[in-house]
């Protein structure tokens, strides 16, 4: 018996694929796991903003095409990379445990983000991070900056900007939690949907491979998952927009919450619900409405016009 994972060629992606492909190989023993790197879109253009592509999953439309196609039987994602709308023929097939959830701050001087001096950059190449940023610190210089994840804390301390912000999930995962200056508190600074969540995907009609992926699922993490991703397209919002949301599913209970903010961080709309794991997706467009009630849905357009 074999099973072939699609990935990302990038050495988290691998980290992360390599954790499914042990997974599956102690849940199912006999069967031998294999990984088939890709180079994705997002990986080959490395200096486009992520906003020019829209929400066509640029790291996950090449991998997840190996999987419509034949060529593998799964695929392997960080799950905020994923577009809230999958390829037809595509489902959520599973989720590994849930890695650390925050995003960190890394500086040349060691100094933690509010302790910069007025007009440090900041980098980041996602706009919800430079929108949280902007909320805390409306002072600083927001600076794009693109990459995978060893590059982007090679180019800080070249000179690119005087700190960095990205997930701490991925730093952790590569061993480069020592480069950390700061963990930020996700009450400020509220994660993307997904993030931490390692997402598998497999075709709707190949019901082994998902009865698999299943098995080899944290439970917690997919119902976290499914709120989390109905929320976002409810929303109809995208890596494009600065959305924030966290999930935490605890026994049979789950909790949301979620910002949506202006680029500038100046003006934000949020909300919570409690509800139960069971109606994890019900929950995350519930949430959603009460959002878009209050304005998100002007925030929204005004950042994807931009």
Known sequence: MKLVLATRASRLALWQADEARRSLAGAFPGLAVELLPIQSSGDQDQTSALERFGAIGIFTVEVDRAVLDGRAHAAVHSLKDMPTELQDGLLLGGTLARGPVEDVFLSRSGAKLADLPPGARVASGSRRRAAMVRAARADLELVGIRGNVETRVARLREGAAEGLVLARAGIERLGLGGQVTEVLDTQRFLPAVGQGIVGLTC????????????????????????????????????????????????????????????????????????????QAAALGKLLARGLLAQGAGELIEAARAS
């Open 203 to 278: 075709r709707v009609s190949d019901h082994e491979t998902h009865r698999r992926l299943l098995a080899i699922s944290d439970l917690e993490a997919l119902h976290e998952a499914l709120a989390e991703r109905a929320l976002l397209r409810e929303l109809r919002g995208g890596c494009n927009v600065p959305v924030g949301a966290l999930a935490r599913a605890v026994e049979s209970a789950l909790h949301l919450r979620a910002r949506v903010l202006s680029l500038d961080g100046q003006t934000t709309v949020e909300g919570e619900l409690s509800g139960s794991r069971d």
